[in-house]
């Protein structure tokens, strides 16, 4: 099956400031997302990005679907932005099926005050 | 308010027993998933149904079995073959394979 490795793997960082999130996928993609899990477990969908770059907020994601990557860009950091990190994809198989997410193991950001 | 509900929030499950969760969505969304997380690690798929009446496997589903009798509900029963229960249980929509909207979860644990 597809790999997925999310980098780094624990992110600490003081309220204000910027990081950048790296999902690395091992084929080829129809279906990238970025998903936010909070310390309550429950799961936000962030970005459906399986190409180019979209913008939300504080948030952005570029999907480079050639090179096998996506970045996923936080600015201004806040404390609610702690929790973990989930890059998920499809392959690209062809057919009709679809919604086949492969999910990263995560990247847990702590953001202090 | 649209969204996706599962229930319960927490259920127990003795050895030998099958149990049942409920994923129910008003979002008029075609595709629903079913997810297991274990403590530390990513979601790995159980099952999935793109339409109503049909289903298939994920990357996990031995131990498992859904049913997708209405658009809106889509149950899966952890069955007593499935001998290491114990996980956080997601559930899941979406329009395609666009977004994925996903409910609050049930925790499941062995008495």
């Known amino acids: 099956g597809i790999q997925v490795e999310q980098s780094p793997p624990d992110l600490i960082l003081q309220e204000g400031a910027n990081s950048t999130l790296r999902c690395n996928f091992s084929?080829?993609?129809?279906?990238l997302q970025w998903f936010h899990q909070n310390p309550w477990g429950q799961l936000i969908n962030l970005f459906y990005?399986?190409?180019g770059t979209k913008q939300n907020g504080r948030l952005s994601a570029t999907t480079v679907a050639t090179e096998r990557y996506s970045l996923l860009y936080i600015s201004s950091s806040q404390t609610t932005d702690s929790g973990v990190y989930f890059c998920a994809v499809e392959r690209n198989a062809g057919g009709t099926s679809y919604g086949k997410l492969t999910f990263g193991q995560g990247t847990i950001l702590t953001v202090h005050p | 308010d649209g969204g996706i509900t599962q229930s319960p929030k927490y259920l127990f499950r003795k050895e030998g027993q099958n149990v049942t969760l409920s994923c129910e969505q008003n979002?008029?969304?075609?595709?629903m998933y079913w997810y297991r997380q274990d403590p530390g690690q990513g979601l790995r798929l159980i099952y999935y149904s793109q339409i109503v009446n049909d289903f298939q496997k994920g990357d996990i589903a031995e131990g498992y079995s859904v049913s997708r009798e209405k658009k809106e509900s889509f149950p899966l029963t952890v069955t007593s073959a499935q001998k290491n229960p114990t996980a956080f249980y997601l559930c899941?929509?979406?329009?395609?394979?666009?977004?994925?909207?996903f409910g609050d979860g049930t925790r499941l644990s062995i008495l």
């Open positions: 990005i399986p190409s």
């Open positions: 084929d080829s993609v129809n279906n």
């Open positions: 899941a929509s979406s329009i395609g394979r666009r977004t994925q909207h």
């Open positions: 979002l008029n969304h075609d595709a």
